[in-house]
DNA sequence: GTTCCGCATGAATCGATAG
DNA sequence: ACTATCGATTCATGCGGAA
């Protein structure tokens, strides 16, 4: 048997229904593996071992939101629709790992609405903890003004855990000390590194990694970051470091990623980048295709 | 009947229990009135006229917190202790008014408490309209860690009304526009630094005199404050800078800011400073002295 | 090669209009 | 009365073309 027989062989041990039925895998030398699963997410994650993954990171379509890709899920029916997949996602989450929720409520007839806040106390009521919530802080939001309400600047990031006991490796995100380094270098998107890079006798930013190792500190529970703008090939929920941040916390190399609504696949490229293995889940063939597309170009 | 008598007559018609049994009262030419009331917070607030408030704006001892001061209110008796608050101050406050409420939920066993979003179901169940919720992003908040979570660097700022239809004056919290956009790639240093202050929406701490001519824009429901600086003599839930915003966005001129847990206060201080009246209201007597003393130093 | 400028476009929301 | 659709509003950002 050749290498890439045994690494074969080594993962479908581990994930069989998955390995053999994946619209995109790859598996690199040392058995990384990235999977892509196109189809409905609940039918999908029935495939997926009990007690196999390690970090859940996902941002599901919002309410009402998306209706041009997924149809759009009505605010008061959000929690009935999304329970049985938070069900099915405890099934197959390690007991000692974690689920990050990324979603924020809309306003309906000038109120804010309680599906978030009801999902909440639904998931508990499944067993979850909730046991965390971070903040994103949007660097640039939707304009728009109203006679009520400003743009929305933030979103939530739910943690929730099946026990309290949960693996955080805190010193994977610590940030360089000073206000300027948890707004700037602690989440660089790729955009700023340019930019700072390019920046020569500005005083520091030309070589970031001469502050690892410097005086470090932790982070705290609010992350400051812009989303992803325009990309004409694809739009993603969120920008590539919020799940770098959250895989680099939550989990350890070879540790499996899962994302059930991967979209345009950014979990997964953050996954592999980091060298831990990932599953995305998405109903759209066409977000399946631009998935693949960004992993084989960031392979 | 001198000027001064004509005063305190007009203020009485408006606050007659209230201005017969203050335990602090400053009026000034013109009719503004200061008041801080010791006491019960809903045994006072009974003295309030009904539909009398433009805003209320507060922060609660929070659940265990400030145990030494307030005694403490247990996370599983924390919606119980409120809502009689709650139904209380929704009687005070005019129809087009606005109630921000401070608050954070804290760590309970490993996982964060429910008191917080128990409390708006319960107040919607009340009549109360949950409209808003703003983020206080804590700028330089002090790194610290626990095994299982950072350090909180955000509280929410949960905003309820009676109605819709309530007065909001958004052109009194514009900030400048962010035009270093257009000379991004120029002078980099010096346009981070105004990037930071005016990208993050809140326009706080700095001159913003600079920007007078210049383009304003509407902020977004992040506000990014530093919490005040350790002050040996009282300690405040917020800076000062956070009833100024608010007093701006939600009152005119004259109206009446009500505080029912002033603690040292900040919110009396900043609607004084605003020309808005005020009332104050808290148990402690101790805190009644050190938010007169500040009122008389700031009068 | 740089710098500058114009322009399209986003997890949005409200109010009005139409069915 | 209740739902569906559409236009107006708003601004940080990346990209591409021009100087």
Redesign the pocket.
Known sequence: MNTAETIYVECMKQFPAILSDSDYLDVELGGLFTALLQGDCLKRLSDIETDSISLIL?????A????MT?GGI?PDKYVEWFLPIAVELKRVLRQDGTFIL???????????HTYVIDLIKAMREKGWLWTEEYIWHK???????????F??GW?RLLQFNISKKFFMNQEAVMIPVGDWSRTRLAHL?E??KR?DDSRVGSGFGKNISNWIGRDMVYPNNVLYL???????KH????PESLPDWFIRLFTNSNDVVLDP?V?SGTTSVAAKRLGRNSIGIDILAEYIDIARERLEING
């Open positions: 996902t941002s599901p379509p919002y009402d939101q998306r209706k997924y009505r990324n979603i924020k409520e809309k306003a309906v007839n000038g109120e804010r660097k640039n939001s939707h304009p728009g003004k109203w006679p009520n309400r743009r929305d979103e998107s955009i700023d930019r812009a989303p992803e703008a325009g990309n004409k739009s993603a929920a969120f609504f979209g």
